[in-house]
């Protein structure tokens, strides 16, 4: 029987496997960041034994950062202490920092692709739900928690159950103004944001075959929104041409060598899935999420759920989703006043993003009671968009370039959307409170929210194209 491209890279990674319990699967790239590493490390330093291969642990600075003036001392205690112990753990332990001021510096789950550390077949993780965002590149990747940090930087290796197999193909051709975020976002909800729970998601069919990497990174970025431990997309030629010539991209012979295996990475014809689902990209128009998780959405020009349209044992929850985000069942969103905009996070930051909204508001300016935050995802992104000329576009319009950073996507520095304010956002998550305490967040595309930010309001990109 065949193997999909998963197994084929989950079975040559396992160290040990017994009957009953988890296999000890070896790490290729473990990544880290200055919130889940800090009691990690104490741990190694409690137990007095070092981090066993630090050559394979790249570190970065990314969620306390501030993303304006990061040339100066952190004002945020908490912020500042937490970075203050990334550089010190990482200058103690052998591991490479990319912090701040560094050339290399960003969001982790940007820089590990855009400097070809991210590799197809690698099992890579990351102490952060969203490193599933490498499984564009045909690898397993996978976030875990501060004790499973620990058990990488102590070992190189993690115990882990195998998770089921599901497989999501996505037919046909994309509509005018849908992007990759619009496919991730419908696709989440219709299956909801438990839908893939168990899983590991390998995602196919021509409409995912078509997309860059950049979109493809979008579409794994959030495989985590629908419960599913990762996903993953079968790298090829779209793949092989981004990563080289990248600075740590394998050269020469060995590139050689590793292109003839990244060609062998794919779903044998005769594999079986535990799940597969199946998708017209033609049923797919512009998203926008409505409640308090990213499963809430539906097409920009539909109505918000009525009551009656929902069990019995789902409305209590959706009552409060809704009350939170002082919406109506049954209720529209398009005209929908906005107040902030943010363009950034790990979903939606890459020099691609960038481009897109550049392009849509060349020309054009920000409605006057919108605020926009343009979030690069890395250095290389800042200095690519100026290089570009993208950073005078966005000034022209009124929309602000900040330096690189989670940023608004999780608040945990000091751009927070101010309480009661509704934002369009392009990060991953609409919690309560995850853009600040009693922020609103509407999850779009790039350009869904650029047209929110010129229009002031939501509103049907296609009609703005």
């Not at 998770?163 to 696709?187: A, C, T």
């Not at 290089?387 to 330096?403: P, Y």
């Not at 998550?429 to 999850?443: S, Y």
Request: net charge negative; proline share 5%; hydrophobic share 40%.
């Amino acid at each position: 029987m065949g193997k999909t491209l998963f197994d084929k890279i989950w079975d040559s990674h396992i160290v040990m496997s017994k009957p009953g319990h988890p296999d000890a699967v070896y790490i290729n790239t473990h990544f880290i960041h200055e919130v889940t590493s800090p009691q990690a490390f104490d741990g190694l330093r409690k137990r007095g034994i070092p981090v066993f291969r630090p050559a394979k642990t790249r570190a970065t600075a990314d969620h306390n950062v501030p993303t304006l003036h990061q040339d100066q001392p952190i004002k945020e205690a908490l912020s500042r202490h937490q970075v203050e112990m990334l550089t010190k753990n990482t200058s103690e332990y052998g591991v490479e920092l990319y912090g701040l001021g560094h050339r290399y510096q960003g969001i982790v789950h940007v820089i590990g692709p855009e400097l070809g550390i991210t590799l197809p077949g690698m099992t890579i993780v990351c102490g952060d739900s969203h490193t599933s965002t490498h499984g564009a590149f045909g690898a397993v990747a996978f976030g875990i928690g501060t004790s499973e940090v620990e058990q990488v930087l102590a070992t190189q290796c993690i115990l882990q159950y195998k998770p089921k197999r599901m497989k999501i193909e996505v037919s046909g051709q994309l509509g005018k103004g849908v992007l990759s975020k619009d496919i991730i976002l419908y696709i989440i909800s219709k299956i909801s944001a438990s839908g893939a729970t168990g899983y590991f998601v390998e995602y196919a069919g021509e409409a995912i075959r078509n997309l860059s990497m950049e979109a493809r990174m979008t579409i794994c970025n959030m495989s985590i929104e629908m419960g599913a431990r990762g996903g993953l997309i079968a790298p090829d030629s779209t793949t092989f041409d981004y990563i080289k010539g990248r600075e740590f991209a394998p050269k020469g012979a060995d590139w050689d060598k590793a292109l003839e295996y990244w060609k062998t990475l794919y779903s044998d014809a005769d594999a079986t899935f535990d799940k597969v689902l199946t998708f017209d990209a033609a049923d797919i128009e512009p998203q926008i999420t409505y409640g308090t998780n990213p499963g809430m959405g539906m097409g920009v020009t539909r109505h918000i759920p009525a009551l009656e349209q929902l069990e019995e044992k789902e409305r209590p929850s959706f009552k409060k989703s809704l009350e939170y985000m002082d919406l109506q069942p049954g209720a529209e969103l398009l005209g929908k006043k906005v107040d902030y905009v943010f363009i950034g996070s790990c979903t939606n930051s890459r020099i691609e993003d960038l481009r897109l909204v550049a392009d849509f508001v060349k020309g054009k300016h920000k409605a006057d009671d919108v605020v926009v935050w343009i979030v690069p995802g890395s250095k290389q992104v800042e200095a690519q968009a100026k290089e570009e000329g993208i950073d005078k576009v966005f000034a022209e319009a009124g929309f602000q370039l900040r330096e690189p950073g989670c940023s608004a996507c999780l608040a945990m520095n000091e751009d927070k959307v101010p309480a009661g304010m509704y934002c369009i956002s392009t990060s991953n998550r609409n919690f309560e409170g995850r853009q600040g305490p009693n922020a609103r967040t509407f999850l779009a595309s790039p350009l869904t929210a650029a047209a929110a930010a010129i229009t002031g309001k939501v509103a049907d990109v296609r009609e703005l194209l």
